[in-house]
């Protein structure tokens, strides 16, 4: 049976404006959404809100306190394990991670499945103390499949659904952590060590 030809051009119309609303309005509300998620910065403080930090892995457990004295150096001080100044190009690394740092992806998934991610055994933890008092938390947990990426909890809190959020985070931190307690110290500067004493040899004396 051959349509009318308004009935065919009413057809058309109303294929063309679902298409329309499709594009412009469903499909460009969800594509930012998506994009949002897979670039959403970890934490949003900037790097003088911070007055310490609290760096536990399965080695040690670091505490750094930032010097009172902002013009001075070094910006940081270690107070445990050791108290000494701290490797400010060190610290600098890690703070620089967690002020810039985005999660590639959020996972929602329930809290029993911790293990799954190692975020229940986690292979560091870093705390963030604010110079308002305020708190902040980053868990590191494994790898993921391709080791690319690191399985992490910010400020970890079940939603009102039970489930927790699992980010997908650079293996920089895990780098940056993972350290040594002789890497967190101030190096050794060697130019400002007093040369070596030498003896002259005594003079050798005339026989008769």
């Known amino acids: 049976m051959k ?3 308004t009935t065919l051009i009413l ?3 109303a294929l063309g404006l679902g298409g329309f609303v499709y594009f412009h309005e469903i499909r460009g509300a969800t594509v ?4 949002k998620e897979q670039k959403q910065q970890i934490f949003s403080f900037a790097e003088d809100d911070v007055q310490s930090l609290t760096v536990t892995t ?3 457990t670091l505490n750094l306190e930032r010097n009172p004295e902002p013009s001075s150096n070094p910006k940081w001080f270690i ?4 108290s000494g100044p701290a490797n400010d190009a060190i610290v600098s690394y890690l703070m620089d991670l967690l002020v810039k740092g985005n999660s590639n992806r959020t996972l929602s998934t329930p809290a029993k499945e911790l293990g799954e991610f190692a975020l229940d055994k986690p292979q560091a933890t870093i705390k963030i103390t604010l110079k308002n008092r305020q708190s902040h938390q980053l868990i590191l947990g494994k790898s993921n499949f391709n080791g690319r990426l690191l399985y992490a909890q910010a400020d970890p809190a079940a939603k009102p659904d039970g489930n927790i959020n699992v980010l997908l985070v650079s ?3 895990a780098n940056a952590v993972n350290r040594e307690l002789s890497e967190w110290k101030q ?9 070596p ?3 002259p040899n005594p003079s050798p004396t005339n026989s008769k």
């Open 187 to 195: 190096p050794v500067d060697n130019s400002q060590k007093l040369p």
């Open 3 to 5: 349509l009318p030809r």
């Open 11 to 13: 057809i058309l119309l």
């Open 79 to 82: 107070k445990s394990p050791i």
């Open 197 to 199: 004493l030498t003896i």
């Open 32 to 35: 930012p959404e998506e994009t």
């Open 58 to 60: 399965k080695k040690l």
């Open 171 to 173: 293996t920089d931190f």
